[in-house]
């Protein structure tokens, strides 16, 4: 979601929880008399940034006095959570896999990290020319301590002018998800099921994305399958 200098938007969220999450510039965010102010950052490849929680059966204004670019990532869930402020301080960032599968992860909604009730969120960071996502890897039956089913949402952002990246899903049952995308700033790829990996970035041009997962099981966690072809691919994910 784009805002104009001194734009706003407002919105319900139904049945559902949400994070507000500045992609670029900073914003206030009112919530049923709570506000919180988001500093943000100036760009998504600037580092992490704070965020705020809206709960379901909320009414929520965004207003951003220079304007600025804000995703709204959010899960239908059961409980009704309070409204929160995420410091950015307070975002987990871990440097994951090695050598050209090394990228940057910044856990700020991950299961462990912020308590919410279905929605689970982070951001990744690869350098030009690496792979992420990687190995292949599925969430989508719930196997207890193994696997949990989690749909997911990858929206990409790509450093720089006319740069570019890949994204690969391929099925993990008959008639399942088959997809190889081009993908560029402001374009997403949607995982209802199936294997999915590598994300690959163009040389020369860091790619981001925002993962946004959430599923119908009790259990909140981000359990994964490795594709057994690619399982001794895992010290790079390591």
């Known amino acids: 979601m784009e805002l104009a200098p001194g734009g706003t938007h407002t919105f319900t969220t139904g049945d559902s929880e949400w994070i507000v999450l500045p992609l670029g510039g900073a914003c206030t965010v009112e919530i049923e008399g ?3 102010q988001l500093l ?7 580092g992490v940034t704070d965020f705020a929680y809206v709960p379901r059966d909320a009414r929520a204004q965004i207003a951003s006095g220079a304007g600025g670019r804000f995703a709204l990532a ?52 690869t ?17 207890p301590g193994a696997e949990t089913e989690l749909e997911e949402i990858y929206y990409f952002e790509i450093d720089g002018p006319n740069g570019f990246g890949y994204q690969r899903v391929f099925p993990s049952r008959v008639g399942g998800s088959d997809v190889l995308a081009e ?31 959430a599923g119908p099981g ?10 057994p072809d690619h399982v001794e691919s895992t010290g790079g994910y390591r």
């Not at 350098?127 to 196997?143: F, L, V």
């Not at 993908?183 to 994300?199: C, E, I, Q, Y």
């Not at 009790?218 to 594709?227: D, K, L, M, T, Y």
Request: overall charge neutral; charged content about 25%; some cysteine.
């Open 218 to 227: 009790q259990e909140r966690q981000w359990r994964i399958c490795f594709h």
């Open 127 to 143: 350098p030009g020319g690496n792979w992420s996502s990687y190995p292949p890897h599925k969430h989508d039956e719930n196997r």
């Open 74 to 125: 959010g899960a239908k869930c059961e409980r009704r959570l309070p409204a929160r402020y995420g410091p950015a301080p307070e975002v987990p960032v871990e440097d994951r896999g090695s050598g050209n599968c090394a990228r940057q992860v910044r856990n700020f909604a991950s299961a462990d990290a912020f308590d919410c009730d279905k929605l689970i969120a982070v951001e990744v960071i």
């Open 183 to 213: 993908v560029r700033t402001g374009d997403a790829v949607l995982v209802p099921d199936g294997w999915h990996g590598p994300s690959v970035a163009q040389p020369g041009h860091a790619m981001y994305y925002l993962n946004v997962m």
């Open 34 to 36: 709570k506000e919180f």
């Open 40 to 46: 943000g950052r100036e760009s998504v490849f600037a």
